[in-house]
């Protein structure tokens, strides 16, 4: 099992998450509209090496796979369409 990890969103926040079930922008932020995912949010960037790497903006960046961010989840309440 992944150990959660702790990091500093932009905010300036400290953040635990454990990454894996859900999108964890949703416990800060709420839901977004309905039927939006972040893969179509102006907040998710991807970070391209061996593969892509996508992440959100606004939870921060360790450089490490505990603030990957899965496309598919369904958007959060900062939801912004690109
Ligand atoms: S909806 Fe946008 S701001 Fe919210 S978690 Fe997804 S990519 Fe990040």
């Not at 926040?13 to 964890?24: H, L, R």
């Not at 992440?55 to 958007?75: F, I, M, S, Y």
Request: net charge positive.
């Amino acid at each position: 099992m992944k150990e959660p990890v702790t990091y500093q969103n932009l905010f300036g926040e400290t953040i635990t998450v454990s990454n894996k079930k859900a999108n964890p922008l949703l416990k800060l932020f709420g839901k977004g509209p309905e039927g939006e995912r972040c893969k179509s949010c102006r907040h998710l960037y991807g970070k391209e090496y061996d593969k892509v790497y996508y992440k959100c903006e606004l939870r921060g960046d360790t450089n490490g796979p505990g603030t990957d961010h899965r496309v598919n989840w369904p958007a959060c309440g900062k939801f912004e369409a690109e």
